[in-house]
């Protein structure tokens, strides 16, 4: 799944460099980057790689899928002036032809694929990506197979609250809870019928074993007692206006954008009893025959680094390195209590069935 819906744009980067380590642009020659990035080892790893990128003359990185947020490409090219990122938005199928035909011509173009856990991983067992060793100490659970991609952020759903209504405290605390009569007709969630997130959130409650049995009921639940719409947007919509106290499944990203505007909401995990909430991976990879191949890990590299994850968090992602504080302030990533999934590699395949299912219960 794309984890955004932003509008792509090639940025040029600053071309002035900096006295100061901890500001960007600084090389490694004058004392590093301040710990901005990382321990001084990591930086100057940082550093050989920005140095060999513009030694081979590597002034941008070509990126296929949805882009991320306009300040996450400012960020990086403010650090490393000279380097632009421009992405183009192919996802799936569409770019797995554009890869084949570059590599039937001879004519490499990407540098990076970025795209939701299935698409990447299943790139990775394919072989289109190349196997990189990371600058930062990445745990296992967001390195992808045989280390050909990596998982720098997740995307993460919960509940909007009216503030004006209710009192976050007060919200239901467990999906059981929100599917009871207690809620009904309070609640606004996207439907399922329409795939995405929604269709996901109860393929997943569907498999494993153990998943199914501790949400059996929940999908019923919604259908009898949540008002669902076509749009995630809308959700964010109709609790702000006040129609309803609550949105169930809502979209941190689009929260933050929604809450800018003086919306009367709060964003909640609710659900600490009995865990579901809903998340989904991110990946990255360095494309095989990359023509900018140090740029293209340079960038990669630096979404794990200090500075990536906290500019990640800004706007709106939760970064998945150890000890990295949630976005606005939520709680860190492992303190979740998160709805299980299945393995990366069984993700390819194993969900595909229970969508379909969900997709028809809801009538899509």
């Known amino acids: 799944m794309a984890a955004a819906l932003v509008v792509p744009m090639a940025l040029l980067g600053s071309c ?21 990035l990382g321990s001084d080892a990591e930086e100057a790893e940082f550093a050989e790689l920005y140095a060999a990128a513009m030694d081979a003359g590597e002034n941008q990185v070509i990126a296929y899928g949805p882009p991320p947020a306009r300040a996450l490409i400012d960020a990086f090219q403010e650090r490393f ?23 039937q011509t001879g004519n ?59 009192d976050p405290e007060d919200a239901p605390k467990s999906w059981q809870e929100l599917v009871s009569p ?5 609640v606004v969630m996207v439907s399922p019928a329409g ?25 019923e639940g919604i259908k009898q007692n949540v008002t669902l719409v076509a749009k995630d947007a809308l959700v964010l919509q109709e609790v702000a206006q006040g129609t309803y106290p609550i949105g169930a499944l809502a979209y941190y990203p689009y929260f933050m954008e929604t809450v800018a505007q003086g919306a009367p909401i709060e964003f909640v ?3 600490a009893e009995g865990g579901g909430n809903m998340w989904t991976k991110s990946g990255n990879c360095l494309i095989e025959n990359a023509p900018h191949p140090n740029a293209g890990k340079l960038w990669i590299n630096w979404l794990t680094s200090v500075e990536g994850q906290e500019t990640l968090a800004e706007a709106g992602w939760y970064p998945t390195m150890p000890g990295m504080a949630g976005p606005g302030g939520l709680p860190a990533l492992e303190e979740i209590d998160k709805i299980k999934t299945l393995s990366d590699e069984e993700a390819i395949t194993g969900y595909g069935p229970y969508v379909q299912e969900v997709i028809t219960f809801f009538g899509g």
Not at 137 to 164: M, Q
Not at 182 to 186: A, Q, S, V
């Open 16 to 36: 002035a460099g900096s006295a100061d380590p901890t500001q960007p642009g600084a090389a490694a020659e004058e004392g590093g980057y301040g710990g901005a």
């Open 81 to 103: 002036p000279g380097i632009e990122i421009t992405y183009q938005q192919l996802q799936t199928a569409e770019r797995i032809a554009k890869l084949e035909q570059e590599k």
């Open 108 to 166: 490499y173009v990407a540098d990076v694929a970025s795209d939701g856990r299935t698409p990447i991983v299943a790139m990775a067992l394919d072989k289109w990506c190349q196997q990189m060793d990371p600058i930062m100490d990445i745990p296992a659970e967001w390195v992808g197979p045989e280390s050909r991609a990596f998982f720098p952020y997740v995307s993460v759903f919960g509940l909007v609250v009216n503030t004006d209504m209710i």
């Open 182 to 186: 207690e809620w009904e007709g309070k």
């Open 195 to 219: 795939g995405g997130a929604a269709a996901f959130t109860f393929a997943m409650m569907m498999t494993p074993e153990e998943n199914a049995e501790k949400y059996a009921g929940i999908r």
């Open 269 to 271: 995990f609710p659900f």
